[in-house]
C-alpha cells in the first residue's frame, strides 16, 4: 500500500508533538505511514501559520449545508420512490434554498444511494414451479429442429425516450431485496 498522501487532525497534531520532541522528520513519516514530504509540508505550514489545520481549497463552494444534506438523505430514506425534483421542491419550502436537481443526486450519491430500478418481481409459488418443471421435462428430449420452430421473447423494455416510465427507488448497495417502506 502506498503511503498516505493526507494525515487527519489527530494524526496531524501528534506529529507536531514529535516534531517538538526532536523526533526526526522521516521517523515520524515511518511512524504515521505517510510519505517524508507531508510531516515537511505540516511542520512548515504550523510554522508560518500556527496552526495544523488545513487551508481552503479552490474549487466552487457547496450550496447545501450538512443539515441541508442530511434533510436531502432523510427525505430519500423516509420515501424510498420520490424523485429527485420531488426533493428539491420539499427542501425550498422547508429551507428556501433553490437547488438542481443533479445537485440532490450528487448528495444522494455522496451518501451511497442511487436511483434503481424497483424491485417487481412476483415470486413462484410452489404451483407455478412444478409447472415450469413438468414443461422442461415435456420438451427434455426435443431436438434442433423442433427448437428452430420456437420463438422465444424475453419482457426487455427498450425506450427511445429519455423517460422509460419506471418507478425508482433510492437505495443502498446491497439493498436489493429489502422492501422498501
Known sequence: MPPRRHLNLVD?????????EGIRLREIAARLG???SVIVRLRQRFLATGSVETRPRSGRP???TQRQDRYITRQALQTRTTTASTIRRRLRVATNTDINEQTVRNRLH???LHARRQ????????RHMMARLAWSTRHLRW??????QVLFSD???????????RTRVW?????RMIPHA
Open 34 to 36: 505517510c510519505s517524508h
Open 171 to 175: 437505495r443502498r448497495p446491497g439493498e
Open 12 to 20: 496531524r497534531g501528534r506529529a507536531l508533538a514529535w516534531v517538538q
Open 119 to 126: 424491485l417487481g418481481r412476483i415470486l413462484l409459488t410452489p
Open 62 to 64: 457547496r450550496i447545501t
Open 155 to 165: 419482457e426487455s423494455r427498450f425506450s427511445l425516450e429519455h423517460d422509460d416510465g
Open 110 to 112: 455522496d451518501q451511497t
Open 143 to 148: 431436438n434442433r429442429q423442433q427448437w428452430a
